[in-house]
């Protein structure tokens, strides 16, 4: 009898959990399309180039720490340094590499050390050295050593040491379409009674593409099965979560690769923080925390134009531990502001987005994971009716393909990244795959992250990254 | 007939600046980014180079001090920009360019100007 | 509900339904986007063909010395009855009328004019979808076709975005400072991308006069008030200077940052002393900027004051301070390390400035 109202219970819970998943699914799909078509209206007269020569443009400054990418930062730095946009300053942070970096890009750059405050608005670990060029053609690039200290607070010394209005964070190995900076500003430009804080891009992935010079020539859709998987993942993500959130102005996250700030706001926010692994989510989550706090109207937007290509991981162990990385960035952040669950003190932010991240980011994999072990020992021991659990299995599933291939078709009809017709037929049949290998396995990557932060393991897991060289040969 | 290179990204701009400069007589050599500028530069050993300041690869103003770098032979280069900000022809002049001329430019002027800094060499 | 009921209702032939309807729906997509692919594939392959032909045969009659007088060569114009390819060349005539001026550019609109596509203009500005209306804005103007933009100046108050943006680029494109006319009325916000455009714009033009201009300072709209004081800062209206100092009491940090800076190009002899008694009551970046228009108005009268400021307790507007003394009075600065021996920070800010002197 108690057996019975149980598994009632988990039953009805579980329902009711899928049930409203659903239509939030729905409703971001619908809510996406009607902003992105007006975005693209918008696109196809706005000249973009004008603000990039216009002595009237806001200063931005590019913030892109580096740890140990000797290998490939000369190329990077010349690619940032080529970014359109004038009133620009391109601020490397050497995070106490331990290779030669700074030497070589003190050699490439012909860098001298230059006395220069250091103002420690934000507490960082200590700043070694400013390096600026002697040749006038390289007077927007600044080199800064510091003492290492994570990712988080190399960001917090570029704050610090940054002259400019806007800060730009990239990590300095992705590939920023030329009008990145520019079209990452314009947000800021259109800002009315509600201030704009920080403004989020696209994050594409670069596997397989055709990289030359540092700047991506051809887009592939990737060859490698978890790269694949994650470009449509990260369809999905940018083109229609983010974009509806945007619209709602719910957006929690912007991505750590490639986001836009106002610097003021940032610092009095009290800049990135170095206690998570998850510091883009946070600071964002803090920013608009500050803003609430202070009663200022505020937006955060989104920008769905692809600008920013970055390399995904492509084996089974690098994909688990960043996934296991962003589980515990989740938690962490949702724990460091839980005051918001709920308080209708947050308006929009405490009462829909951060119950629908606690819900649905942070929770999902915990409850897909136990629900359906339970489900599954249920059905063993009869409990439930096996034919119902199958059931409800291929209604999950389906409702997953339709979303999947309705963000395949957004991505088509808008920027449509992947012209040929085989990428899409490659795309969508590994779609197929989805709720059989890759999705479990996220869902154990994320349930390990869980573990980790019971065990209170704090570290970043090394991600290796392959770097970009020339593409591979096919086999 | 002097050697003209010209540098621009934008391809139909490039052509119609090329078709104009070669009914005047000059021989053109066109290309679409700073990196392959930079190649051209030194294989072809133009006598003028035109270019672009936003260009990929390597901007306009990396493009001038590469030409200044080159010492077989006194090339003269002319900075086409939309940005007729002070700051960048500043930098442009310092950094060793000859003359510039602020988009959107007349075809006849830009023609004089080329004919006028030849004619110095 | 007991859970019989509840199964009854949610049971496993609703479900199959349910994901059947989905899959229909799926394969309709999939099908969808390859229809999509299709169309865009055979569009993108015509203008690959045509494309380049197009350009070659458009830089041509463009440089010739007469008006373009070749005719449009026949396996080009087949092509040019399909809207798409339309667009396309209209697209790439505007971006050369972008980048020039003179005889090119009127062979231009002689051009545009003979491939009919200014009828394709006029369509788009009757339209009532907005955005084929500003693009019909965007494109008349952009052709320099003032005639056909009478009733330009009632769009600039539009409630669409777009459109007002267009017409407000058109008709300061065509009247120059006498267009900012539309200011006046305006009601609907004037974004800052905006503002920078028509800067950009007036910019090309010879500077006129803008009798308006307290009006507009004075606007109930803070959009109005913003881009005026950016207005006067560029073209240092000097007579609008008592104008601009109610605007220090705005209730927007942006506007009083403008006002500032506004001020500091337009200064008189009382503009010092007015941010002397305004500093105290303002943000730190707004403090930042009034310490700013000390380097360049700041007199030897100013130095006990910027003396007092190297008390601050952000590091920035001591910065800003020291910065404004060595503009000020070289040996004041130089006096200025001695006394500061032994204070770190101001010792590492005297060293900054001093680099920046020298570069």
Redesign the interface.
């Known amino acids: 009898m108690i057996g019975q109202i149980a598994s009632d219970l988990l039953t009805y819970g579980i329902f009711l959990y899928a049930i409203v998943l659903l239509l939030f699914y729905i409703a971001i799909g619908l809510f996406s399309i009607g902003d992105t078509r007006k975005y693209m209206h918008k696109n196809s007269f706005t000249d973009y180039r004008l603000l990039a020569s216009s002595p009237h443009a806001p200063s931005v400054s590019i913030l892109a720490p580096a740890y140990n990418e000797g290998a490939t930062i000369i190329e990077n730095v010349r690619s940032l340094l080529s970014l359109y946009y004038s009133n620009l300053e391109v601020l490397i942070i050497n995070d106490g590499s331990k290779d030669d970096s700074l030497q070589k890009l003190i050699d490439a750059y012909q860098l001298e050390k230059i006395d220069y405050h250091v103002q420690y608005k934000i507490a960082t670990k200590e700043v070694r050295g400013i390096y600026k060029s002697k040749n006038p053609a390289y007077k927007k690039l600044m080199v800064i050593d510091k003492v290492n200290g994570g990712k988080a607070d190399a960001l917090n010394v570029g704050i610090n040491v940054s002259a400019n209005d806007y800060i730009v964070c990239i990590d300095v190995d992705c590939i920023l379409e030329q009008d990145s900076v520019l079209k990452m500003i314009k947000p800021f430009l259109e800002e009315t009674d509600a201030k704009v804080i920080a403004s989020g891009g696209v994050v594409r992935i670069a596997n397989s593409c055709e990289i030359k010079d540092g700047r991506l020539v051809k887009v592939h859709l990737p060859d490698n099965y978890w790269a694949k998987m994650q470009s449509l993942e990260y369809i999905r993500a940018f083109i229609l979560g983010r974009m509806a959130w945007a619209r709602l102005n719910g957006l929690l996250l912007i991505s750590g690769a490639f986001g836009a700030f106002d610097k003021q706001i940032a610092i009095s926010a009290g800049g990135y923080n170095h206690k998570t692994v998850g510091e883009d989510m946070e600071l964002v989550v803090r920013m608009r925390r500050y803003m609430e706090e202070l009663n200022v109207p505020y937006k955060v937007t989104y920008i769905p134009d692809p600008l920013c290509w970055t390399e995904a991981p492509t084996s089974k162990k690098i994909l688990g531990r960043q996934r296991n990385r962003w589980t515990r960035g989740t938690i962490e952040t949702l724990k460091f502001h839980k005051i918001m669950f709920f308080n209708p003190k947050y308006g929009l932010l405490g009462m829909l987005s951060y119950p629908y991240w606690f819900f649905f980011e942070m929770l999902a994999p915990v409850i897909e994971f136990f629900g359906m072990i339970i489900f599954l020992l249920l059905t063993v021991f009869g409990l439930i009716n096996w034919h119902l659990f199958i059931a409800l299995l291929v209604f999950i599933i389906s409702f997953g393909y339709l979303y999947s291939a309705f963000a395949a078709y957004m991505e088509v009809t808008t920027y449509n990244m992947y012209h040929r017709r085989t990428d899409m037929m490659k795309l969508l049949i590994a779609a197929l795959s989805e709720p059989f290998y890759f999705h479990p396995f996220v869902v154990w990557a994320a349930i390990k992250g869980y573990v980790d932060i019971i065990r209170k393991k704090n570290s970043w897991g090394e991600m290796t990254r392959q770097g970009f060289g020339p593409t591979p040969v096919k086999k | 007939m002097a050697k003209i290179l010209l540098i621009e990204d ?4 490039q ?2 600046v ?3 400069l070669k ?1 005047e007589g000059f021989e053109v050599t066109c290309c679409s980014d ?2 392959e500028g930079v190649e051209k530069l030194a294989t072809e050993l133009p006598d003028l180079v035109v270019t672009d300041v ?6 306009g ?2 493009i ?2 590469a030409v200044k770098a080159i010492t077989q032979k006194n090339i003269r280069t002319i900075v086409l ?8 022809v500043e ?1 442009a002049f ?2 060793g360019a000859d003359d510039y001329i602020t ?7 830009l023609t004089i100007r080329i004919k006028k800094q030849l004619s110095r060499t | 509900m007991n859970s019989d009921a509840f199964f009854r209702f949610i049971s496993p032939s609703h479900l199959y339904f349910g994901a059947t309807i989905f899959g229909i729906i799926t394969v309709i997509i999939v099908l969808m986007i390859y229809l999509f692919l299709y169309v865009k594939k055979s569009r993108f392959r015509i203008k690959a063909l045509v494309g380049a032909q197009l350009n070659e045969w458009i830089s041509d009659a463009l440089t010739e010395d007469e008006l373009p007088r070749i005719a449009i060569p026949n396996d080009i114009s087949h092509y040019l009855k399909k809207p798409f390819m339309r667009q396309f060349l209209m697209d790439n005539l505007i971006n050369i009328r972008k980048n020039v001026t003179g005889d090119v550019a009127t062979s231009l609109v002689v051009l545009y004019k003979m491939l009919g596509l200014k009828d394709d203009s006029v369509r788009k500005l009757k339209s009532l979808v907005w955005h084929k209306r500003a693009r019909g804005i965007y494109e008349l103007y952009m052709m320099q076709q003032k005639e056909e933009l009478q009733d330009i100046l009632e769009y600039t108050n539009s409630n669409n975005e777009f459109v007002r943006m267009e017409a407000q680029t058109a008709i300061i494109g065509f009247s120059g400072f006498n267009g900012l006319v539309f200011l006046d009325q305006l009601t609907y916000p004037l974004y800052e991308w905006q503002q920078i455009k028509l800067l950009e714009q007036l910019n090309a033009v010879n500077t006129g006069d803008m009798p308006h201009l307290p009006l507009w300072l004075s606007s109930a709209n803070s959009y109005v008030v913003h881009f005026a004081l950016k207005l006067t800062e560029i073209y240092q209206q000097f007579q609008v200077h008592d104008d601009v100092v109610p605007c220090l009491e705005s209730k927007n940090d942006k506007i009083r940052n403008q006002a500032i800076k506004t001020l500091g190009s337009i200064a008189s002899e009382n503009t010092i002393e007015i941010f002397k008694q305004h500093y105290d009551k303002e943000t730190v970046l707004n403090k930042k900027a009034i310490l700013e228009q000390f380097v360049v108005n700041g007199t030897g009268a100013e130095l006990e004051f910027l003396y007092d400021k190297l008390d601050e307790e952000d590091d920035g507007l001591k910065l800003e301070a020291i910065r404004a003394i060595a503009s000020i009075d070289n040996n004041a600065f130089s006096e200025l390390e001695h006394t500061s021996a032994g204070d770190d920070i101001l010792i590492s800010i005297i060293k900054q400035v001093k680099y920046e002197n020298a570069v």
Do not use: A, C, R, W
């Open positions: 934008d391809v139909l701009i052509k119609t090329g078709s104009k009914k700073g990196k936003m260009l990929p690869y390597v901007s103003l990396e001038v001090s920009s939309t940005m007729g900000q002070e700051k960048i930098e310092e950094l988009k959107p430019f007349s075809l006849t002027e």
